[in-house]
Nanobody, 129 residues
Framework: QLQLVESGGGLVLPGGSLRLSCAAS??????????IAWFRQAPGKEREGVSC????????NHADSVKGRFTISRDSAKNTVYLQMNSLRPEDTAVYYC????????????????????WGQGPQVTVST
C-alpha cells in the first residue's frame, strides 16, 4: 500500500517561502501515475484543498487563495512531489497534508478530499512574526 511521507514544514516570517516535499515511503510506487494533492487544515477550520497535480503530465489546479503564490511540481527521478510556497501569509498557517489517488481515466485532478485515498501525516507550517 502506498504510504506518503512529507517534509519541509516549519516556522517562517510573513512574505517568506517554504517548500514541502511528498515522497513514497516504499519502493514500487511511482507517483507519476497518481494524482497528487496538498490539503491543509488550520486550527478550528475544516481541511481545504490547496493544490493538485494530475498524473502523467496532466494539468494542475490551485485554490484561489494560493494562486500566483504556490506551485506544485514533480521530480520523477526522485519520485517526489513538491509544493513551493512563496509570499506566505499568516492565514497560510496550517497542517499541510499530501494526498494521492490513482485516476481511473483521463480526468484531471480536483481538490476534492474524498477523491484521495492515500494520505500523509502532515507537517506544520506556521507563518508568524
Amino acid at each position: 500500500q502506498l504510504q506518503l511521507v512529507e517534509s519541509g514544514g516549519g516556522l517562517v516570517l510573513p512574505g517568506g517561502s517554504l517548500r514541502l516535499s511528498c515522497a513514497a515511503s516504499a519502493s514500487g510506487f511511482t507517483l507519476d501515475y497518481y494524482h497528487i494533492a496538498w490539503f491543509r487544515q488550520a486550527p478550528g477550520k475544516e481541511r481545504e484543498g490547496v493544490s493538485c497535480d494530475s498524473s502523467v503530465g496532466g494539468s494542475s489546479n490551485h485554490a484561489d487563495s494560493v494562486k500566483g503564490r504556490f506551485t506544485i511540481s514533480r521530480d520523477s527521478a526522485k519520485n517526489t512531489v513538491y509544493l513551493q510556497m512563496n509570499s506566505l501569509r499568516p492565514e497560510d498557517t496550517a497542517v499541510y497534508y499530501c494526498a494521492a489517488h490513482l485516476p481511473r481515466n483521463r480526468v484531471p485532478c480536483f481538490l476534492v478530499e474524498n477523491d484521495y485515498n492515500y494520505w500523509g501525516q502532515g507537517p506544520q507550517v506556521t507563518v508568524s512574526t
